[in-house]
């Protein structure tokens, strides 16, 4: 009975602490996220080419030559 009870102390003890360590993040690490989005929207880019058959592949105008 003692070993049960020395067990769940445990576990008590120790999940919480691993909950913990996988919600730890870098600092500034969410703050550099939106700042690449923001740039990335902020270029405007054309495209133009063929789409194959099968919807796989992309080529130029020239067929990609």
Known sequence: MKKVMLISFALALVMPLLALAQEATKPGEM???????????????????????????????DNGR
């Open 31 to 61: 703050k550099q996220e939106p700042m690449k989005a923001e740039k990335a929207s902020a270029k405007a880019v054309s495209l133009s080419g063929k789409v194959s058959a099968d919807g796989k592949t992309v080529v130029d105008k």
